[in-house]
């Protein structure tokens, strides 16, 4: 690697270390919303609940994060 990517790593690590804070309160409430739902809410639906509660979410992170936990629609 040579040093101007190393800089440019090393100058984004505490915009991945935000992300990543970001990304496990974001993953608590997806599996609150999924428990409540009996693990009926696949993520286009839990996507909508939390848009619900005015949390600005992207559905295609919402099924990142689910498929990451195996948190899958239960019959």
């Given at each position: 690697m040579n040093r101007s990517s190393y800089c440019k790593w090393l100058?984004?690590?505490e915009?991945?270390?935000t992300?990543?804070?970001e990304g496990r309160i974001l993953a608590e409430e997806i599996r609150e919303?999924?428990?409540?739902?009996?693990?009926?809410?696949?993520s286009p639906l839990v996507?909508?609940?939390l848009r619900e509660k005015r949390r600005r979410v992207n559905e295609k992170?919402?099924?990142?994060?689910?498929?990451?936990?195996?948190?899958?629609?239960s019959a």
């Open positions: 100058a984004g690590a915009a991945r270390a992300r990543q804070r919303v999924h428990g409540e739902s009996g693990g009926a809410y696949g996507t909508a609940e992170r919402i099924a990142r994060i689910m498929r990451t936990f195996s948190w899958r629609v």
